[in-house]
């Protein structure tokens, strides 16, 4: 595995492990050591991580009945989102950069394109460690990203946006837990 390939691990959400639980059981799959005694440290300010793996990268995300959680070697953001019912060109003109705006407009404005580009957005800003403090219309999707990161898509469940933000994207690998 180089340093920019990723793997998703994805989860029916409440099947008995707590989030807790299903990051140590997809660490342990991507490492293959066990990771039942791993620590993860969360400081403010800053992306969580394993303190006994500050080597292992990972971004975790959680929507409808879904839990997911990318790994790599590499900084990356990760985002899933179950499409649901909302006035999206309202929510694009008042929250989104402009020309993602125009973009759904020109669309049609369905929840999978919006949901398309709420991942990507929210994807980039965890890969930043950023968070929405500066909002979320300051970038645009659509156009390279500051500092060259690089969006993938991923294919996930019906009904649900997945995407990944990384430096550079390799290969992705989806894996069910």
Same mark, same amino acid.
């Given at each position: 595995?180089?340093?920019?390939?990723?793997?998703?691990?994805?989860?029916?959400?409440?099947?008995?492990? &707590?989030?807790?639980?299903?990051?140590?059981?997809?660490?342990?799959?991507?490492?293959?050591?066990?990771?039942?005694?791993?620590?993860?440290?969360?400081?403010?300010?800053?992306?969580?991580?394993?303190?006994?793996?500050?080597? =292992?990268?990972?971004?975790? &995300?959680?929507?409808?009945?879904?839990?997911?959680?990318?790994?790599?070697?590499?900084?990356?953001?990760?985002?899933?989102?179950?499409?649901?019912?909302?006035?999206?060109?309202?929510?694009?003109?008042?929250?989104?950069?402009?020309?993602?705006?125009?973009?759904?407009?020109?669309?049609?404005? &369905?929840?999978?394109?919006?949901?398309?580009?709420?991942?990507?957005?929210? &994807?980039?800003?965890?890969?930043?460690?950023?968070?929405?403090?500066?909002?979320?219309?300051?970038?645009?999707?659509?156009?390279?990203?500051?500092?060259?990161?690089?969006?993938?898509?991923?294919?996930?469940?019906?009904?649900?946006?997945?995407?990944?933000?990384?430096?550079?994207?390799?290969?992705?690998?989806? =894996?069910?837990?």
């Amino acid at each position: 595995m180089s340093s920019d390939d990723f793997t998703v691990f994805l989860s029916p959400d409440g099947d008995g492990l &707590s989030r807790d639980s299903l990051l140590r059981t997809a660490a342990a799959r991507f490492t293959g050591r066990d990771a039942s005694r791993w620590t993860c440290v969360r400081e403010e300010g800053k992306k969580p991580r394993f303190s006994q793996a500050p080597e =292992v990268c990972f971004s975790v &995300s959680h929507s409808g009945g879904y839990w997911a959680c990318a790994f790599g070697h590499a900084p990356v953001g990760f985002d899933l989102q179950r499409w649901e019912p909302c006035r999206t060109a309202a929510l694009a003109r008042r929250f989104f950069h402009p020309g993602e705006a125009v973009w759904l407009e020109e669309r049609g404005g &369905s929840e999978a394109d919006f949901f398309f580009l709420w991942t990507a957005k929210e &994807s980039y800003l965890k890969y930043t460690g950023d968070g929405m403090v500066k909002g979320l219309d300051w970038f645009n999707v659509l156009a390279p990203l500051p500092g060259g990161a690089q969006l993938r898509h991923i294919s996930g469940p019906d009904g649900y946006s997945l995407c990944l933000c990384a430096a550079s994207v390799g290969r992705v690998s989806v =894996v069910r837990l």
